[in-house]
């Protein structure tokens, strides 16, 4: 039987962590859900689904529609795309088949690349085995969610780049519709002898693209690996850079906003794989404590301060000023809160 072999590559790294990961997992469902209802995708669509922080894993191998089971997605350090293009690749090689003389393979696969920044590793090696050996045979869309991914780099992968303005309303709802349809019109096309047709994607839907270079961090955010004092579990507190003056009639709060960069975006819980999907070589980036607005409560077990920071280094959780014994060290100290006027102090940062 000839499959229509569609890779759903998800960027689940810290900066996607919270909403975003949650509708992408939502939205994968529904595709699938969707897909079950339309003969021609019942008959040939296989789905794939590989994740990728500072390290890539298939989450789903290519799997026939009707066995296929979304997975959950994880969230990890680093945007490792090089290393997710050599496992998507890596799957191709495995589980697609090539047409010979004497038998027709599978169809031409489609690939849905989604990521929001830069990548954290070096992709140019990666990038070159795109060209030689897959980029006349595979069809290649990538999707810049809210604009902020590398657009020049991504040019060098494919024509089709899609900038998804994920600040609109029922953004993911639509995203997720376009892909259906995409996939939908595609297994009509190829069934038929054509090649990939992508749906019209909606008006409203398109977002600015950025391009930034390779840089190692996503300046974007600043993200940290917390641990709960009382139950040990880890946590990931993401804060994005604010990038405008927040205006106010009153010049000392106006004042506050411009001077400090980051403000709070999430705190979500995270499981071990975690650290498996991140990526621990590059050197621990530093941000000062002065940088960062907002103090997250734990998602554990609720206390109201989740980024204590203790001599060692690690950050956790604790019920406000005193005593508390770190989990990560196991040492005690005493904690307090600091207004920013002494300067600050600097904490290590993922890679986002």
């Known amino acids: 039987m000839r499959k229509f072999p569609i890779f759903l590559v998800v960027d689940v790294s810290e900066s996607m962590a919270g909403e975003p990961l949650t509708q992408l997992e939502t939205g994968i469902r529904a595709v699938a859900s969707d897909l079950l209802s339309d003969p021609y995708a019942l008959e040939t669509a296989w789905i794939s689904v590989i994740g990728f922080a500072g390290r890539p894993r298939t989450l789903t191998p290519l799997t026939e529609l009707v066995d296929f089971v979304p997975p959950h997605l994880p969230v990890g350090g680093g945007t490792g795309l090089g290393a ?91 995203f997720i519709g376009w892909i259906t349809n995409s996939v939908k019109s595609s297994t009509r096309s190829v069934t038929a002898g054509g090649g990939i047709s992508l749906a019209k994607m909606d008006d409203g839907m398109a977002a600015s693209g950025a391009a930034m270079p390779y840089a190692g961090v996503d300046d974007r955010y600043a993200v940290f690996v917390g641990k709960c004092g009382k139950t040990r579990a880890h946590y990931v507190v993401k804060y994005e850079k604010h990038m405008g003056r927040v205006g106010s009639r009153d010049p000392a709060l106006a004042h506050f906003f411009e001077t400090r960069a980051y403000l709070l975006n999430a705190v979500v819980p995270v499981q071990q794989d975690y650290f498996e999907l991140s990526d621990s070589s590059a050197g621990p980036a530093r941000i000062n404590s002065t940088e960062l607005i907002g103090q997250p409560t734990c998602p554990h077990c609720r206390a109201r301060f989740s980024m204590a920071v203790c001599g060692c280094g690690g950050i956790h959780c604790v019920a406000g000023d005193g005593k508390a014994t770190c989990p990560w060290c196991g040492k005690k100290g005493v904690y307090g809160s600091s207004d920013g006027s002494d300067g600050g102090f600097d904490i290590a940062r993922g890679q986002g």
């Open 84 to 174: 997710a293009l050599v496992q998507l690749m890596d799957e191709i090689d495995r589980n697609v088949t090539r047409s010979t003389s004497e038998r027709k393979g599978d169809w031409k696969p489609l690939v849905f690349l989604m990521t929001d920044g830069v990548p954290t590793d070096d992709p140019r090696a990666a990038i070159a085995r795109w060209k030689t050996g897959y980029a006349h045979r595979v069809a290649l869309v990538a999707v810049s969610i809210g604009g902020g991914a590398d657009e020049r780099l991504l040019r060098q992968l494919t024509d089709d780049i899609i900038a998804f303005d994920d600040t609109t309303e029922d953004a993911f709802k639509r």
